[in-house]
């Protein structure tokens, strides 16, 4: 059992990996046309006219991902009711991400009989945050009947798993290691520099439940919603308003794209041509 386990989370990695790549490539890869999709309600295009709007300053571009990412800014300005919980469920996991790496460093350079009660209570703060937001955002969206028709039944069940992976971390750290963090990082050492691979094959039911869970987050993620908000970030997705002008960029994005052939057919556009031909059969617009 130990020894699928091993596999199945360094499988899992690798999947995450080669999946998150290739979506990746996907996403920087597809038609200009495509892009709102990556970033619906959040597009400049959806403004009247919008090649009108200054274009944004790397600083500016910084500050407004930070503002989204970090602070929720589009839920505080359409949902407000929503945005608390959410805030709070975010705060809970970005600090759980920064306790998680604080541990695998924490772990490897330091002794780890030094340990303080520090990092069960920071481990524990974010956790109780992340739990606190997560339960009420469960919640909150199965009583609201006008959100269910844009969530289907996996978001309800993504956000059941999310609160049995925080309630598998409190288990694996405060009943298998009883909250003792010198026993903790000792594992996690152990973990990291391979020095115990017995316990790798023979994993504890605490630590082995964990693994599997973050095993299936991390073949989950490159195909859920969540890869699509930071999509939204690449340059090309978020800030690409720049006007067609003679002899641009985005001029010479556009003919590569007209050079492509038609791959499907309807009433109005048959296949066997390229765009190049269909767009020049449409009549022009007058005046």
């Known amino acids: 059992m130990g020894a699928m386990i091993l596999f199945i989370f360094y499988g899992s990695l690798l999947f995450f990996i080669i999946a998150t790549v290739l979506r990746v490539r996907s996403c920087i890869r597809s038609p200009i046309h495509l892009h709102w ?25 910084l500050r407004s991902i930070a503002l989204d990412i970090l602070f929720l800014r589009e839920f505080y300005h ?26 695998f460093i924490r772990a490897v350079v330091v002794e780890v009989e030094t340990a303080s009660v520090f990092g069960w209570l920071w481990g524990t703060f974010s956790t109780i945050l992340a739990f606190l937001g997560g339960i009420v955002i469960l919640f ?35 009943i298998h290691f009883k909250s003792i963090m010198p026993n903790l990082l000792k594992y996690v050492r152990e973990q990291v520099t391979f020095t115990d691979f017995e316990k790798k094959l023979h994993p504890s039911f605490g ?27 690449y340059h090309f997705l ?39 031909e269909v767009a020049s059969e449409f009549p022009k617009p007058q005046g």
């Open 78 to 103: 359409r949902n407000r009711r929503f945005w608390y919980p959410l805030f709070v469920f975010h705060l809970g996991v970005y600090f759980l991400i920064l306790w998680h790496g604080w541990l």
């Open 140 to 174: 909150m969206r199965l009583k609201d009947e006008e959100l269910k028709i844009y969530y289907p039944p996996i978001h309800y069940w993504k956000w059941i798993f999310l609160l049995l992976c925080l309630l598998g971390g409190v288990y694996a750290v405060d």
């Open 37 to 61: 999709e990556l970033y619906q309600r959040s597009s400049i295009y959806e403004l009247t006219e919008w090649w009108t709007k200054e274009e944004m300053t790397l600083c500016e571009k």
């Open 238 to 276: 978020r800030w690409d308003h720049v006007p067609y002008r003679k002899g641009n960029e985005m001029e010479k994005r556009i003919l590569e794209h007209l050079d492509r052939p038609v791959s499907w057919s309807g009433p109005h556009i048959q296949t066997g041509k390229r765009w190049r």
């Open 207 to 233: 630590p082995a439940l964990h693994i599997l869970f973050a095993s299936a987050w991390l073949i989950y993620l490159p195909f859920s919603h969540l890869y699509q908000i930071f999509f939204r970030y």
